[in-house]
């Protein structure tokens, strides 16, 4: 019943910064926890951020807390991943997740819809 749309993927060097985003077809959206995850060819999908309805709650993957940022605008029923200093290891497909609920969620098996992802790749 939710339609999660991520879009600002693309390809960026080394040390570069890339803004995702997650965009929902319905104000309910407001009131979801949301979660970002990503997937490399070949390895299991992975935890990255997540944040609760209001914003108030959030948390990251320990690798990534000090690149990474999570934030929403529930005035635009989106939900944002700011990427600074990529590194080649950060390439994968990044998906955002959402759930009715009033917190965070942190396994991907809690979250109910899904985006379609959207590709990051970072070159050395």
């Known amino acids: 019943q939710v339609q999660l749309v991520e879009s600002g993927g693309g390809l960026v060097q080394a040390g570069g910064s890339l803004r995702l985003s997650c965009a929902a077809s319905?104000?309910?959206?407001?009131?979801?926890?949301v979660g970002w995850f990503r997937q490399a060819p070949g390895k299991e999908r992975e935890f990255v951020a997540a944040?609760?309805?209001?914003?108030?709650?959030?948390y990251y993957a320990d690798s990534l807390t000090d690149r990474f940022t999570i934030s929403r605008d529930n005035a635009k029923n989106t939900v944002y991943l700011q990427m600074n200093s990529l590194k080649p290891e950060d390439t994968a497909v990044y998906y955002c997740?959402?759930?009715?609920?009033?917190?965070?969620?942190?396994?991907?098996?809690?979250?109910?819809?899904w985006g379609q992802g959207a590709q990051v790749t970072v070159s050395s």
């Open positions: 944040i609760d309805w209001s914003g108030g709650s959030i």
């Open positions: 997740a959402a759930r009715a609920g009033s917190r965070v969620y942190y396994r991907g098996s809690e979250y109910v819809y």
């Open positions: 319905d104000h309910t959206f407001s009131t979801y926890g």
